[in-house]
């Protein structure tokens, strides 16, 4: 996918969560890892690409296509997306099926023994089967991240959204939903994710981006910017998260 943003901005309030992000990356790209401090901008980044909220300023093309700024529009390009946040998110009274199923028939249109049956696809796929019929507060964390994947994933979206989809697991949870993940990248599936691991975001990512204070500092190949970083900013961070 190719994915160009010019002087991208957002304001809240007195903040510039997003603040003139200039980034032009070519059809290759598959995997996009945003990197950096907290309060950097890289959930903000991540909902302006998604189409979950209009820029205050500056723009975004995906493939070439302008991201609509009605709201009809962008809830006309969101569905074509797939989101996956921090915090799993999945309906606390709806079992495992139907948090998957649900949205298929409610934002998607599908008939719903179609979405049952693609729920039933997915859920093997991920190894869930068994836990269908199981209302989120019986599932591990890994779990609940790991349906909510396949429910972000259930529509094959264009492009999947991630922002940082491990940071609130058990390291051992961690592994096996960044496991996953990183199966979807190796199939070609187009990601842009927010991510705090480093050594994923690494391996993963065809290009990482590195935000702090709504700025990008630095954009580049993983393994340029890991190995090379140009600014004393990006090497104080790398340091810094590294060390252990
Ligand atoms: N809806 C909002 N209303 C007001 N301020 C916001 C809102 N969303 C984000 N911000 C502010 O914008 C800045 C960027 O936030 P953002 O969540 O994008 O950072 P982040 O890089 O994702 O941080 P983290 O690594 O902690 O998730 C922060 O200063 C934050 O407080
Ligand atoms: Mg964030």
């Known amino acids: ?7 991208l901005t957002r304001v809240y309030g007195s903040t510039r969560a997003v603040d003139g992000v200039d980034l ?19 959930s903000t980044f991540l909902r302006l690409i998604g189409g979950l909220e209009p820029p205050t300023s500056g723009s975004v093309r995906i493939d070439g296509e ?37 949205p298929l028939v409610e934002v998607h249109s599908w008939e719903r023994a179609e979405a049952t049956r693609r729920a039933e696809e997915v859920a093997e796929r991920f190894g869930l089967v068994e836990h269908l019929g199981k209302l989120p507060h019986q599932l591990s964390g890994g779990q609940q991240q ?26 051992e949870m ?8 990183g199966d979807l990248c190796q199939e070609g599936q187009r990601i842009v994710l927010s991510t705090h691991e480093m050594g994923f975001a690494r391996e993963a990512s065809d290009h990482i981006g590195f935000l702090s204070d709504g700025r990008l500092i630095e954009s580049g190949p993983a393994s340029s910017l890991f190995d090379a970083p140009e600014t004393e900013q990006v090497r104080g961070f790398l340091n810094k998260v590294m060390k252990w």
Do not use: C, W, Y
């Open 24 to 42: 032009s990356l070519s059809d290759e790209l598959r995997v996009l890892a945003l990197i950096g401090p907290s309060g950097g901008g890289k």
């Open 66 to 102: 302008e991201l609509p700024v009605s709201e009809e529009g962008l809830l006309a390009f969101r569905k074509k997306n797939g989101f996956l946040f921090q915090s799993f998110n999945l309906f606390p009274h709806m079992d495992a099926r139907e948090n998957i199923v649900l």
């Open 1 to 7: 996918m190719s994915i160009e943003t010019v002087q």
């Open 146 to 171: 790991r349906i909510a994947l396949a429910r972000a994933m259930a529509h094959e979206p264009e492009l999947l959204l991630l922002d940082e989809p491990t940071s609130a697991l058990d390291p």
């Open 174 to 181: 961690k592994a096996e939903v960044l496991d996953l993940i």
